[in-house]
T-cell receptor, first 109, second 114 residues
Framework: DAKTTQPNSMESNEEEPVHLPCNHSTISGTDYIHWYRQLPSQGPEYVIH???SNVNNRMASLAIAEDRKSSTLILHRATLRDAAVYYCILNSGNTPLVFGKGTRLSVIA | DGGITQSPKYLFRKEGQNVTLSCEQNLNHDAMYWYRQDPGQGLRLIYYSQIVNDFQKGDIAEGYSVSREKKESFPLTVTSAQKNPTAFYLCASSIEPGFLSPLHFGNGTRLTVT
């Protein structure tokens, strides 16, 4: 599966939208884009995933570039409880998920 | 409530002792996984099991062993052969075999070996 590049850390103000970027220039046609987040001292939790089209759920939105070489996880209104490490993962379904270091999001009150 | 239970939350052992970490799920999920996380790092896959009585090595299986005798249970044994066993261990499950279904994680066991 192709590799992803994420910023090490980001900061956001509470109640403002957050856009978490992920670059994956070597993505293949069968790679899904998965996002998980890990709150302090907990296991990761699934956030969202998509293949080509933008996706929305109760937690977040996933915007996928037309060429699929990048994507953005959007938290519409950050709260203090959204402070976590966010992982962007590519997976075609042939092997288990590989979690990199992710982006550490800090939310400022 | 359905979920994954890892116990205990904290575990302390002396060097040279084997230790078994428990992972139980009541989600009726087919697949289960063990990951290891070191401070400031991502997760590394130790073992996974797609169905009962079958499991495969992940990227860092050396020094670990598992069993999958029941669908709901996937215990991990950290043996004395594991060179650096102190870490945060995470168990996960997914509803079906294959690797596209979302993973559900437990809250981990923090193992300290001195």
């Amino acid at each position: 599966d192709a590799k992803t590049t994420q910023p090490n850390s980001m900061e956001s103000n509470e109640e403002e939208p957050v856009h978490l970027p992920c670059n994956h220039s070597t993505i293949s046609g069968t790679d899904y884009i998965h996002w998980y987040r890990q709150l302090p001292s907990q296991g990761p939790e699934y956030v969202i995933h998509g293949l080509t089209s933008n996706v929305n759920n109760r937690m977040a939105s996933l915007a996928i570039a037309e060429d699929r070489k990048s994507s953005t996880l959007i938290l519409h209104r950050a709260t203090l409880r959204d402070a976590a490490v966010y992982y962007c993962i590519l997976n075609s379904g042939n092997t288990p998920l590989v979690f990199g270091k992710g982006t550490r999001l800090s939310v400022i009150a | 409530d359905g979920g994954i239970t890892q116990s205990p939350k904290y575990l302390f052992r002396k060097e040279g002792q084997n230790v078994t970490l428990s992972c139980e799920q009541n989600l009726n999920h087919d697949a289960m996984y063990w990951y290891r996380q070191d401070p400031g790092q991502g997760l590394r896959l130790i073992y996974y099991s797609q169905i009962v009585n079958d499991f495969q090595k992940g990227d860092i299986a050396e020094g670990y062993s598992v069993s999958r005798e029941k669908k709901e249970s996937f215990p991990l044994t950290v043996t004395s052969a594991q060179k650096n066993p102190t870490a945060f261990y995470l168990c996960a499950s997914s509803i079906e075999p294959g690797f596209l279904s979302p993973l559900h994680f437990g809250n981990g066991t923090r193992l300290t070996v001195t």
